[in-house]
């Protein structure tokens, strides 16, 4: 034993103490000095370690071999985990990522709650993104809600629309293909129960418009009226519409309007006007002489204030216009329009071209050749 060693332990020493000979007839536990022969192991490790403590070994000293070992198990499963993932797992992992920082922006609109965000990504964008939706779905599983992920770059980039409502999802769909007119190329997935749409989109994220432009069809898209079958306060029907526009007229029979057409004591021109598309001119037949001008141009035509394509005999207030159409719908709404420019005189034929053709007046029907 090293020196060292034996000046830090009290040597044994062979005498008995009287009173344990005495008090009992039993033999007493054998000591070295003060300290009993059970305790000299512990003794001896604490004396060692506190030894190797201050010196340069590495070797450990009276360790736990069953943590040893269950630390190096941890280890080499550790690096099993880590030599076994593969480009799969990669894109999982951020997939996930991704979809918990759309879900950090989440806003409340009406009960549903909505997120836009984008992100980078080179190939594969459709697959990636039905990942990053099936990630959204599970985590707000229970909830309300509408969430649109884009990529970007140049070129041909996705967007991704995905929420707990098919209606929504429709409704985002839609108007995202208005936002983004002439660059939504086609639409790569739709799922059967209709809360998944992703579709390809040209230059997404360039513009600082393109992100606004999805928080607001999101915002659309959730809003929620408290009764969406009752009309909004101030709205009218078309058949109001028309029976207001009505109100203002004073009618003429097809009779009426040929006949004020052949009358030349009327100080005022009288002009009978064709407000119906060609394919209708074309079937139906027109009136010989009529002045043919369709509805989406006519107010251009006739209004007296305007420079641009208005007619050289529309210079006066007064004017008698007479509108046909095919049945005399249209004409009542397109001659109270006439008269809010000013043009008090305007009225239409009851039952329009179909009701001149019964009276016997006469029609022109284009020929038709068959081949």
Not at 239 to 250: F, K, N, V
Not at 279 to 297: D, K, M, P
Request: proline fraction near 5%; charged fraction near 20%.
């Amino acid at each position: 034993m090293p020196s060292s060693i034996g000046s830090g332990i009290a040597r044994p020493s062979r005498r008995a103490t009287a009173g344990s000979e005495t008090t009992s007839g039993a033999s007493s536990p054998t000591t070295y000095g003060d300290t009993p022969i059970h305790r000299f192991p512990a003794d001896f490790a604490a004396y060692h370690r506190s030894m190797l403590s201050t010196s340069s070994a590495t070797t450990p000293v009276f360790s736990d071999k069953s943590e040893e070992v269950s630390d190096d198990s941890s280890a080499s499963t550790q690096s099993d985990r880590q030599s076994l993932r593969t480009l799969d797992d990669v894109r999982e992992q951020v997939a996930e990522r991704l979809a918990v920082r759309a879900i950090r922006k989440l806003k409340n609109v009406d009960g549903t709650k909505i997120a836009v965000t984008l992100t980078l990504c080179k190939k594969n964008d459709t697959d990636f993104l039905q990942i990053v939706a099936g990630h959204i779905q599970r985590i707000l599983l229970l909830k309300s809600f509408l969430v649109a992920v884009a990529t970007t770059g140049a070129g041909e980039t996705s967007l991704m629309v995905c929420g707990s409502s098919s209606v929504q999802v429709q409704r985002a769909a839609l108007l995202a293909s208005a936002k983004f007119v002439g660059r939504v190329q086609a639409m790569n997935v739709a799922d059967a129960s209709g809360t998944l749409w992703v579709a390809s989109v040209r230059d997404v994220g360039w513009s600082p418009y393109d992100e606004s432009a999805l928080w607001d069809v999101l915002t659309k898209s959730s809003q929620d009226l408290i009764d969406p079958t009752v009309p909004p306060p101030g709205s009218k029907s078309i058949a109001h519409i028309l029976e207001e526009a009505r109100t203002r007229l004073q009618r003429l029979t097809p009779q009426q309007a040929f006949d004020e057409l052949q009358d030349s004591s009327i100080p005022m021109p009288v002009l009978l006007v064709d407000i119906r598309p060609a394919a209708q001119r074309e079937e139906h037949g027109f009136v010989r002489g009529s002045l043919v001008i369709e509805r989406n141009v006519l107010e251009w035509r006739f209004d007296p204030r305007s420079l641009d394509g208005r007619l050289e005999i529309a210079t006066r207030y007064d004017l008698r216009i007479i509108v046909i159409c095919q049945e005399g719908y249209t004409s009542s709404l397109a001659a109270a329009s006439l008269q809010d420019l000013g043009l008090l005189n305007a009225t239409d034929i009851v039952g329009g071209i179909k009701a001149w053709k019964e009276a016997g007046l006469p029609v022109d029907v284009p020929q038709r050749m068959w081949m």
